[in-house]
Structures are given as C-alpha cells and as structure tokens.
C-alpha cells in the first residue's frame, strides 16, 4: 500500500510569519492529496486538497504544492495567526481506491 | 443534522474482553475508514470498506473486525487478540468511488484497556 512521511514533526514559529510542511508518498499512481487540521480533542478537518492534474491550490492564507516528479507535496501557511496551531496531517490516495494513508502529523504552534 | 457520529466517546474495556465501537453515517456515503491514532503516529488504517457487504483490510487489522451490513453503519470490534488497544479510534466516510474525495470524520472514541 501507500506510504507516507511527513515532516517536520514539530514547528514553531512566531506570529505573522510563514510555515512549511512537506510530505512524500511512495505510489506514483496517488492522485488525490488532502490536508487535514485537528485542533487539541477535536476531529480532523480538511483544510484544503490537490489533485495530480494541477501543481498548485491557494485559499487565502493557505497553498499547497504538489510535484508528482518528486512525489513530495507541501501545505504553505502564510501571515500565521495563534489559532493556526494544531496538529496538520497530509494524506494520499487514489481513484477507485478508499484506503487513504496519513503522515505521522506536524504539531504546529504559533507563538503570539 | 448530516454527520458521522461514534459512539461511545469514551470505553473501558477489562483485558481479554471484546468491545465495539459504533460508527453511522447519514451523508449517503460510500466509503467508510477505521483509523488508530496514536500520539506521533499519525493515523494508521485498520479497516475500510468502499460499498456495502465488502471491506478491505488496512495497515494495522490484527486483532480487529468490522462488518458492512448496511451503507450507514460500519463497526468495529477490537477482540483480545489486540495486544496494545488503548488508543483513540476515528471512524470516517466520503463519498468515494471514481474520484476520491473529502473524508469526514467522526469525533472519535478513546478506549481505554483497565
């Protein structure tokens, strides 16, 4: 099946700056990668998604990359505010198939 | 109110006892998943179903079973062959099918082994 890492495990950064979370899935034929934010005793939420046909998905503050040469995508979050920090989870999967694996998580903590 | 709804939210289980946690779904969905989430590990699959009467096992199935007997519903059994069940279990659905979508999430059961 699927594999995928993500990295870093944990990322602090200051108000008002940028943070950059990478993940790389092993199964070239993956063709759909969501984020997905879980703040502390809540469910996880899609933030926002990429599919293979495109390189790149903005929503306000929030990008996402994808290089299919590479295998690796990355989640942007720009002009970070208090209540981005949460825990941030890629994921991969693909048509016709329903086993979405996940990274391991990125602890994201924005000091104010 | 649409959703995916768990139950109960929190379960203790003596060790070498079997226990089910309920998933439901009203969304019409076609997919539901059964993660394991573990502190700095992520979400790892044990189950998955993508139509009624069919699942698939996913990264972590040894000691757990699950039945798709209806479309809205997919629970799971942790049995006591499980040698380390204390965790937090999220049940999840999407629409799935030819192109994979959003999956939502339900809010999770954290099962406790006494």
């Known amino acids: 099946g699927e594999n995928v890492e993500q990295h870093p495990s944990t990322l602090s950064v200051q108000e008002g700056d940028s943070a950059v979370i990478k993940c790389t899935y092993s199964d070239s034929a993956s063709n759909y990668f969501p984020w997905y934010k879980q703040e502390l005793g809540k469910r996880p939420q899609l933030i926002i998604d990429i599919r293979s046909n495109v390189g790149e998905k903005k929503d306000q503050r929030i990008a996402v990359t994808l290089n299919k040469t590479a295998k690796h995508f990355s989640l942007h979050i720009t002009e970070t505010q208090p209540e981005d920090s949460a825990v941030y989870f890629c994921a991969a999967s693909m048509s016709f198939h329903s086993d979405m694996r996940f990274g391991a998580g990125t602890r994201l903590t924005v000091k104010p | 109110d649409g959703g995916i709804t768990q139950s109960p939210k929190y379960l203790f289980r003596k060790e070498g006892q079997n226990v089910t946690l309920s998933c439901e779904q009203n969304?019409?969905?076609?997919?539901m998943y059964w993660y394991r989430q573990d502190p700095g590990q992520g979400l790892r699959l044990i189950y998955y179903s993508q139509i009624v009467n069919d699942f698939q096992k996913g990264d972590i199935a040894e000691g757990y079973s699950v039945s798709r007997e209806k479309k809205e519903s997919f629970p799971l059994t942790v049995t006591s062959a499980q040698k380390n069940p204390t965790a937090f279990y999220l049940c999840a659905s999407s629409i799935g099918g030819r192109q994979n979508t959003e999956a939502f999430f339900g809010q999770g059961t954290r099962l406790t082994v006494v």
């Open positions: 969304l019409n969905h076609d997919a």
